[in-house]
């Protein structure tokens, strides 16, 4: 029953979307030092095509890894070229198999003088105790968290509809990782915790618009003129908006102070109707003198730096009942229809709502709750 479920999510959600190498190579040249002498797991792969092995097997010698796992979820419907494996039992390309390739050394295998990807092909394709194959290849299964275990960094660009159980299972075995996942994920309250904890932040690479290798229809024609603006076949390759690099390594960006230049005033700032904190519109207008709680928009989580800011919670979910984020009411809704606000929203409701200087009634987007740990009186 638990493998019928998990095929089933598997086949319910549209979870395959191949990553370029170029976007991998872009971020991961922050990360170096971290890779020296550690074992790297990439657990959402597919061999045949995935660019983050291809990456980790080009660098393995130059990153100093001690080993590479790539695992897959019953193989792929999109299969590569360059990776290839031809076997005996196979007339033409492999069946969709759920496979997990071990390389401890990369070597110049087919004595040309260099290190490259043909040499990663001899190996997989002369060295048997490299490649096998697993029943499932579900991060969730046993055989996969096994070799979870062994992997002292996950890299990899998991998927999307299991993002909350795939994070959960990282944190509960204590892994090191950076991985793609939409911008959203930080709303869901099963994962904003991790960000107060500081048990994962903003990798570089933050709100990116990518294109991804993908067996799905592109039917929307301003997402096929993107993808051919990049110089991509808009029948192979779809565009992904609103992604983001989430890592729990350590790196530079993380500790820059973020300059803020807006002295507060009350006219500005106002405060919410709902909730003890001011109302901050833009992130540029920070202001750096207040000390109390203020709401900023969630792309402040790029900023976000633990020296200089404490993260106190979001609006979404349920933290509006764990911060004491009140009950909006009938009057504030009764004016906003007067003013011709729409949106279905209810007495109950509890979010973060102000007047504006002109005293309209005013539904703010998205905020976190942030305080300046630092305030300055200049």
Not at 69 to 97: A, M, R, W
Not at 145 to 154: S, T
Not at 226 to 250: C, H, M, Q
Request: charged residues 30%; negative net charge; aromatic residues 14%.
């Amino acid at each position: 029953m638990a493998n019928k479920n998990l095929n089933a999510a598997k086949t319910a959600k549209k979870d395959e979307f191949y990553t370029q190498l170029s976007d991998i190579e872009r971020e991961l040249q922050h990360y170096w030092p971290h890779f020296r002498n550690k074992v790297v797991l990439c657990n959402c792969d597919d061999p045949y095509e995935s660019n983050f092995f291809k990456y980790f097997a080009l660098r393995f010698n130059q990153l100093g890894l001690k080993k590479l796992i790539c695992t897959c979820y019953n193989g792929s419907p999109v299969q590569g070229n360059e990776l290839l494996l031809h076997f005996d039992d196979y007339e033409s390309e492999p069946q969709k198999i759920a496979y997990k390739v071990e390389i401890t050394e990369v070597k110049d295998l087919n004595g040309d003088g260099a290190v490259d990807l043909s040499d990663v092909r001899y190996l997989l394709q002369n060295d048997k105790n490299v490649i096998g194959t697993l029943k499932t290849g579900d991060f969730r299964d046993p055989e996969c968290i096994e070799l979870l275990k062994q992997a002292d960094i996950v890299v990899t660009n998991p998927p999307f509809s299991l993002i909350r159980e795939y994070v959960a299972q990282l944190i509960e075995y204590q892994k090191k990782f950076l991985i793609l996942a939409r911008t959203s994920m930080i709303h869901a309250y099963e994962i904003f915790p991790y960000f107060i904890e500081n048990k994962m932040w903003i990798g570089y690479g933050y709100n990116l618009s990518l294109v991804y290798k993908s067996p799905y229809q592109n039917v929307e024609e301003a997402n096929r003129r993107y993808v051919r603006s990049k110089g991509y076949n808009p029948d192979e390759y779809i565009k992904v908006p609103a992604i983001g690099w989430f890592t729990n390594l350590d790196h530079n960006k993380r500790h820059e102070e973020f300059d803020m230049i807006c002295k507060y005033n009350e006219e500005d700032y106002p405060k919410y109707e709902t909730f003890d904190a001011i109302d901050v519109d833009e992130v540029t207008k920070i202001p750096y003198d207040y000390e109390g709680i203020m709401g900023v928009p969630d792309t402040f989580i790029q900023y976000y730096n633990p020296e200089q800011f404490e993260l106190i919670g979001a609006e979404t979910g349920d933290y509006a009942e764990k911060l004491g984020i009140k009950p909006i009411g009938k009057e504030w809704i009764d004016n906003y229809r007067k003013n011709g606000g729409t949106g279905h929203y209810t007495a109950n409701m509890k979010s973060l709502v102000i007047y504006q200087r002109t005293g309209k009634p005013k539904k703010v987007f998205s905020r976190l709750l942030i305080r300046n740990k630092n305030p300055k009186k200049l």
